[in-house]
């Protein structure tokens, strides 16, 4: 799978991916898995598992940890880096006996929920970021891993306000992904 860099959080830098080229993980990633990697074109037809399409997921925070990395958006070239809410780290809360996310966190390439638009389901604007993703295969992922994935269902929240839609996803490569095939298989595995 590929990697990307990731950043510290006292330093500037921007993704790169394997062979040394910068890239950006919210617009150059495709979308949908299955593109032509050499040329970087998104595929004409997605990748599939069957009948079920498969998408590109960038890691942002594997599952066990808690620092709340992200795609920052606002930069060039969208490195993933440490975020901050009124100039401290962010950190996602244990809740014991975890630690961090029970989930590889991370988002879509090449989407974004729109704050200038007021979703007809939760009556809120989006919330200026990429689409997430909760991945809850077996594998414990990396920072910056692309990995495909295959949606089981979403849900969407409101958070101070702001739609913020979560895709639960399974990746591809987990050894339970053919078997589950939505959120009602999730149960019986």
Not at 52 to 77: C, G, Q, S, Y
Request: proline share 6%.
């Amino acid at each position: 799978m590929p990697f990307l860099k990731v950043c510290n959080a006292a330093s500037f830098c921007l993704s790169e991916n394997a062979d040394g080229k910068y890239i950006s993980p919210f617009h150059d990633i495709p979308l949908f898995a299955g593109s032509n990697e050499d040329k970087e074109i998104p595929a004409k037809r997605s990748k599939t598992t069957g009948s079920e399409v498969l998408f590109n997921m960038v890691v942002e925070v594997p599952r066990w940890t808690n620092a709340k990395m992200e795609i920052a958006t606002e930069e060039p070239l969208n490195p993933i880096k440490h975020d901050t809410k009124k100039g401290k780290l962010r950190y996602v809360a244990n809740i014991f006996p975890h630690k961090g996310y029970i989930w590889n966190y991370g988002a879509l390439p090449q989407t974004w929920e729109d704050p200038n638009h007021t979703d007809n389901i939760t009556g809120c604007c989006g919330d200026n970021d990429p689409i997430d993703v909760c991945e809850i295969g077996s594998k414990i992922r990396s920072s910056g891993e692309i990995v495909q994935v295959k949606v089981l269902g979403v849900l969407a929240l409101v958070d101070e306000g702001e739609t913020d839609w979560k895709i639960i996803a399974i990746s591809a490569d987990d050894p339970e992904a053919q078997k589950i095939h939505g959120y009602f298989h999730m149960e019986n595995t």
